[in-house]
């Protein structure tokens, strides 16, 4: 018995990063969407007095890593069971997406739904037209979205955030669909080479995860590195979404991860080696949290260094051999945090709504004068958290452990 709780107990390490980084998410998007954010227009979308959490645009990665490494965990997981390997790769790959649509879709739709709402509401958007925004959004709720459908990005997704969703949705089924068909081949060909290449094109050229970016055989049709705009309806050659192409680039690294990691683990470590990657961990946590914090001051990293940095970290996590990641991942506080990590896609799924709630509940109207960033970011991230921790409860007692 006490075999099998070990086998199901958390890295509450790797949750601790997927709660603060869902956290800071949402204040980066607070700054776009914070009215005062757009009274400069020397300085763009970010505060004119404040840029605190601007980093954690990039910091997403970390999301789409960890993905990647729990999906071929799932896979390994499952090789052992001989009535489960007897079943096709396709029945293997629905069967995977299902248990994912079954945990996120319920609250997918409820990020959709309050976001029309609060959208609607905070803008003066009539009736009529927040139930004909619903209706041309229908793809979104089968987690479509970043794939193109529902139209023009900028203004088919009442809650933008949920781009991400859909990306994982899509993303997951294919990468398991090959997994399942040949392990060797995505772990020793297309993971690496997909990453090298891919990866390469998007740090030559700058560009970054958008849901509004949509690139096509190496050009990008938007101006801004794809920050901006909405896909050209002229688009010359068959392209994909920026946004899909950074999850399917991070959850390929996450594979890679877990092959790594699951090779590291049969090292044995001398005391000196344990010291060695514990300050790797500090170097690498510091930058990363001081980045994604306050990213002009000193660390003008490349995306792309921060990217690595995030493998670094997810990698050092999920190895826990250093003396950081098992103070992280102690006895005593393994489930709360194990259970704030569980919140942190709910909470990324709800705060933007939560956003135009708050603003609205402070007085859009005065927001320039009365409020600063920080008045408008602990409501938020209190009532998202709040009800984050319901939604987890509802999801795990009624959804997810639901006997068919």
Not at 96 to 112: A, E, H, M, S
Not at 240 to 254: A, E, H, I, R, S
């Amino acid at each position: 018995m006490r075999g099998k709780k070990e086998v199901k107990r958390k890295n509450s390490a790797i949750e601790f990063w997927r709660f603060f980084f869902a956290i800071a998410i949402t204040g980066y998007h607070i700054g776009f969407i914070f009215p005062m954010a757009y009274v400069n227009q020397d300085t763009g979308y970010y505060l004119s007095s404040s840029n605190w959490m601007r980093g954690a645009g990039e910091i997403l990665f970390v999301f789409t890593l960890t993905a990647g490494y729990f999906l071929v965990k799932h896979f390994k997981r499952l090789q052992a069971n001989e009535d489960y390997q007897k079943k096709s790769a396709s029945s293997r790959a629905w069967e995977y997406l299902w248990g994912r649509i079954k945990g996120l879709l319920p609250v997918l739709i409820l990020g959709i739904v309050l976001g029309i709402i609060a959208l609607s509401a905070f803008s003066g958007t009539s009736i009529g037209e927040v139930f004909v925004e619903a209706v041309n959004g229908i793809w979104e709720f089968f987690g479509l979205y970043i794939a193109g459908f529902s139209g023009s990005a900028a203004s088919g997704q009442p809650n933008g955030a949920l781009w991400f969703i859909s990306a994982l949705l899509i993303c997951s089924y294919f990468i398991y669909w090959i997994l399942c068909k040949n392990e060797d081949l995505l772990s020793g060909f297309i993971a690496p080479f997909t990453f090298v290449f891919l990866g390469g094109w998007w740090a030559l050229t700058g560009t970054r995860a958008s849901q509004t970016g949509w690139s096509t055989l190496g050009v990008q049709v938007l101006a801004n590195n794809a920050t901006s705009g909405t896909a050209a309806q002229g688009t010359a050659f068959i392209g994909f979404n920026n946004g899909l192409l950074f999850v399917l680039l991070g959850m390929l690294g996450g594979v890679l991860i877990y092959y790594l990691v699951e090779r590291l683990k049969k090292v044995k470590f001398s005391s000196v080696g344990k010291t060695a990657l514990t300050v790797l961990y500090l170097f690498v946590a510091i930058f990363l949290v001081w980045y994604t914090v306050y990213p002009d001051t000193v660390l003008h990293l490349e995306r792309w260094t921060v990217h690595f940095l995030c493998m670094v970290l997810v990698a050092l996590t999920l190895l826990r051999v250093d003396a950081i990641s098992m103070l992280l991942d102690n006895d005593y506080t393994n489930k709360a945090i194990s259970y704030l990590g569980g919140c942190a896609l709910y909470i990324y799924m709800i705060h933007i709504p939560i956003v135009y709630m708050v603003l609205m509940m402070l007085g859009k109207n005065t927001l320039l004068t009365s409020y600063t960033w920080s008045q408008v970011f602990w409501p938020t991230i209190i009532i998202s958290t709040f009800l984050g921790v319901i939604l987890k409860y509802v999801m795990d007692r009624f959804v997810i452990h639901r006997k068919s």
